[in-house]
């Protein structure tokens, strides 16, 4: 295998869009992403669903960049301004939490900002506590600041309320949807929860074997109607899974 | 009541007594991990080990010749400290095993950070402190002694050289199994390397080098006693050599008393050190 660092453009500026041609990745000669062609319209939240192993994280790591030395082809174009949230916090054990929701920012007033991101979470007053001593749900809510402080164009998220209890996740939605309209970024949510999906994003994708089989606007506004129009979306988007929703 | 009856009252009360049993373990579990000692309680050991001692002594039961009593070898020790020439040979000894302890130390961190974070380190450093691992220090005497003579120069080397070794394994495998998760958030937030080390590999491999370090601190006063027993005039080994030609057990007994107390302050700095510099980890407990 060759240790192939592939075509990544990072653009800057207002206009930096996300736009990918042919992406493919492969583990081991076996094709884990499949041609993907894909491109976000400014502000556009996304959301990408799939069953396990059909490559979401895979794709999300290639637009991250995270992925050299993985074989494949294609060009990505991505902002250079952009912020990782991983499923688990990934807070560093020995910073507090405000040098961690600060960590790499380096700007003058990284401080002010980061207590500023840490109040948005409402994290306000554990700034110099240890993550250690935080619960899970704000662990999370300081990775949240972190990848939200350096004011992102582009917001890449694995899964990030995978680990959080049903209450916790309902609360983090909030959080993130008000947060992000406040920013404004272009986002990629990875989940596998469909309602997640429809809540929160301007548009879904499928992902099935490496390959999008369905690219969905929601076009609806929010809060979501409780009407047929989420349910007719939630029973396409369960088709494409290959999930026939029995209740 | 005959026999036959009392034999059988006592089988129904086995048995009522087994019937009970499972009840009252579900109204209260048992206590499998015993519990917490109050503060001072790991003195209980020690302590009646010195009663015993004394005791033995006082009824006659151990000779002087054999082994001195607690309360003399106190008595001795104390002659010896207001005599000036304990605090002497506390010196020469301290100073030994501080100046090997300081300069292994600071050898194997070094060598550590170079084969942990460089592959060219890693290539001509590993191997080499790997074969210094499996010769025993005390096989290095002949040599070193041909080398270096019999004086100072010699012993602090080799107290250096055993040193080394700990502090070197467990720092270079702390460097070496850095969390591939923390890289990638490094990477993500579009870290430097040279901010990577400072931020994130020298801290995560901080808790690899206090093992290394607490290990260096045994090992140095293992080093140490043996390399005093070699040419001194000087030095708390030297006074114990001495006291056995004129078979004077209580200072013998000062001697052995005054290692333990090295050792154990040592050893206690460490921790308290460890324990400051990584009191983040103090939250996973509590
Ligand atoms: N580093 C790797 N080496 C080998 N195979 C890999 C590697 N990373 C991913 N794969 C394989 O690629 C496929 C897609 O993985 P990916 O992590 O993208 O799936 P996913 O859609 O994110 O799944 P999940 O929902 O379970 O997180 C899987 O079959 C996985 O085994
Ligand atoms: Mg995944």
Redesign the interface.
């Known amino acids: 295998m060759t240790a192939a660092i592939h075509p990544f453009r990072q653009s800057t500026g207002a206009d930096a869009a996300v736009r990918l041609r042919g992406v493919s990745r492969r583990f081991s000669g076996r094709t884990v992403l499949g041609e993907v062609s894909l491109d976000f319209a400014p502000g556009e939240f996304v959301a990408l669903i799939g069953k396990s192993g059909s490559g979401k994280s895979t794709l999300l790591r290639a637009l991250a960049g995270l992925d050299d030395g993985v074989e494949g082809e294609g060009t990505i174009e991505v902002p250079a301004d952009r912020s990782v949230l991983f499923q688990d916090s990934r807070l560093l054990p020995w910073k507090t939490v405000l040098q961690n929701a600060v960590f790499g920012l380096r700007l003058p007033d990284a401080d002010r900002r980061g207590r500023a991101a840490l109040a948005d979470v409402g994290l306000s007053g554990r700034e110099d506590a240890w993550p250690n001593a935080l619960s899970g749900g704000e662990q999370q809510r300081v990775a949240l600041a972190r990848s939200l402080v350096r004011q992102p164009r582009l917001l890449l998220a694995d899964e990030p309320f995978g680990a959080l209890d049903a209450l916790t996740r309902i609360r983090m939605h909030e959080l993130v949807f008000r947060l992000i309209g406040q920013h404004g970024p272009m986002v990629l949510l990875v989940t596998h929860d469909v309602d997640e999906a429809i809540k929160l994003a301007d548009r879904v994708l499928v992902m099935e074997d490496g390959r999008i089989v369905l690219d969905r606007q929601v076009g609806l506004p929010h809060p979501r109607p409780r009407d047929g129009r989420v349910d007719a979306l939630r029973a396409d988007l369960l088709a494409a899974l290959g999930v026939v929703d029995a209740v | 009541m005959t026999l036959f009856d009392h034999a059988l009252d006592a089988q129904a009360l086995i048995g009522s007594r087994a019937r009970e049993a499972p009840a009252r373990a579900a109204a209260r579990p048992p206590r499998l991990a015993p519990g917490k000692l109050p503060p001072g309680a790991i003195l209980f050991g020690p302590l009646a080990l010195v009663a015993i001692w004394e005791l033995a002594s006082a009824v006659g039961w151990l000779s002087p010749r054999f082994l001195a009593a607690p309360s003399t070898a106190i008595v001795t020790g104390y002659e010896l400290l207001v005599g000036g020439t304990l605090a002497d040979h506390f010196l020469a000894s301290a100073f030994r095993a501080y100046l090997g302890l300081g300069i292994g130390v600071a050898l194997g961190l070094a060598l550590a950070l170079a084969a942990g974070l460089s592959r060219i380190g890693e290539a001509s450093i590993d191997g080499l402190v790997q074969i210094k691992r499996a010769i025993p220090t005390l096989a290095l005497i002949p040599l070193a002694i041909l080398w270096l003579g019999i004086g100072e120069a010699m012993k602090i080397a080799l107290i250096a050289t055993s040193v080394l070794v700990p502090v070197y394994i467990n720092t270079h495998a702390a460097l070496r199994g850095i969390d591939i998760?923390?890289v990638?958030?490094?990477?993500?937030?579009?870290?430097s390397r040279a901010?990577f080390l400072r931020?994130?590999a020298l801290?995560?491999a901080?808790p690899g080098f206090f093992t290394g370090l607490r290990l260096a601190v045994t090992t140095c006063w293992t080093a140490l006693v043996v390399l005093e027993q070699i040419n001194t005039s000087e030095g708390i080994g030297y006074l114990m050599n001495r006291a056995r030609d004129y078979g004077q057990t209580d200072i013998i007994v000062v001697g052995l008393a005054i290692y333990a107390i090295l050792g154990l302050a040592s050893d206690f700095a460490v921790r308290s050190w460890e324990r400051r510099t990584?009191?983040?980890?103090?939250?996973?407990a509590?």
């Open positions: 998760r923390h990638e958030l490094a990477r993500s937030v579009g870290l901010d931020e994130v801290p995560g901080l990584l009191s983040y980890r103090k939250a996973l509590s």
